[in-house]
Nanobody
């Protein structure tokens, strides 16, 4: 009932930049937090950055100072600007949204995930 569609992944050289975007659509009553997670081969999924509906953000220590998360609440979108990319940033990046979903006259809250977009940092 809610879809998250990511875009912007790809191959980039170390030190380069990429911008990921994610748009949420569907039976959305309101979105609380939005953010980005990533999962590298053989590793567990980890949080990269989160931004709340109030605009507060948190970053993983490994990306602080290099990544910037932003959000357009009116459009239900979130973006991740990634600069100074390193090979260890290589992973599948997933968009996440903490959503209150409207189903007929019932509302319920659930975490929603995008399909993931590959980011590869390599020379």
């Amino acid at each position: 009932q809610v879809q998250l569609v990511e875009s912007g992944g790809g191959l980039v050289q170390p030190g380069g930049s990429l911008r990921l975007s994610c748009a949420a659509s569907g039976n959305i009553f309101t979105i609380y937090a939005m953010g980005w997670y990533r999962q590298a081969p053989g590793k567990e999924r980890e949080v990269v950055a989160i931004i709340t509906s109030a605009g507060r953000n948190n970053y993983a220590d490994s990306v602080k100072g290099r990544f910037t998360i932003s959000r357009d609440s009116a459009k239900n979108t979130v973006a991740l600007q990634m600069n100074s990319l390193k090979p260890e940033d290589t992973a599948v990046y997933y968009c996440y949204a903490d959503v209150e979903i409207l189903a007929d006259i019932v509302r319920y809250r659930a975490g929603q995930w995008g399909q993931g977009t590959q980011v590869t940092v390599s020379s």
